[in-house]
């Protein structure tokens, strides 16, 4: 199993969301900490936005910050939510055209697995996978602040 490019980020959102607590924070210091572009992190920020992970107020003093605690947030919903195709193999996907489908005995196994990666992942909350502020790098000549922004 292998998670997509835009879910590792909104999995890196999440993190950083959780270690800023109540506070605001904005996609381009989400850019600068990660040092992704700009496009796709505003793609991802879109998804977790309508996935309700997290909430976006407009304005001058706007910014992004979790919808709800950190520890009712589960890394499995964010999963679910950002990744398109849980299909593991052919035959798992739409188009199937294995000829052994009917008889085959790989595709419960492998569904078994599927189930029990995402069981572990709706175990841990956003909570459970949280740093501190003063776990995200320097930044250029800069840290990230317990506010997010950089100095």
């Known amino acids: ?56 107020q407009r304005g ?21 939510h950002l990744e398109t195709d849980f299909g593991l193999v052919e035959c798992m996907r739409t188009g199937n055209q294995c000829i052994i489908t009917c008889q085959c005995r790989l595709i419960a196994p492998l569904k078994r697995a599927m189930e029990a990666f995402l069981g572990v992942l709706d175990d841990c909350s956003v909570a459970d996978i949280a740093l501190t502020p003063a776990d995200f790098p320097i930044i250029g000549n800069a840290t990230v602040s317990r506010l997010g922004a950089t100095q």
């Not at 001058?60 to 589960?74: C, K, Y």
Request: aromatic share 6%; net charge positive; hydrophobic share 50%.
């Open 1 to 56: 199993m292998r998670l997509n490019d835009s879910t590792d980020m909104a999995l890196r959102v999440m993190i950083f969301a959780t270690a800023q607590g109540d506070r605001i924070f904005t996609i381009d210091q989400l850019v600068a900490t990660y040092r992704l572009p700009r496009s796709t992190m505003m793609k991802v920020v879109n998804a977790l936005t309508r996935g309700e992970f997290l909430i976006a």
């Open 60 to 80: 001058r003093s706007g910014g992004l910050h979790l919808a709800r605690p950190a520890d009712q947030i589960s890394v499995g919903a964010v999963v679910r």
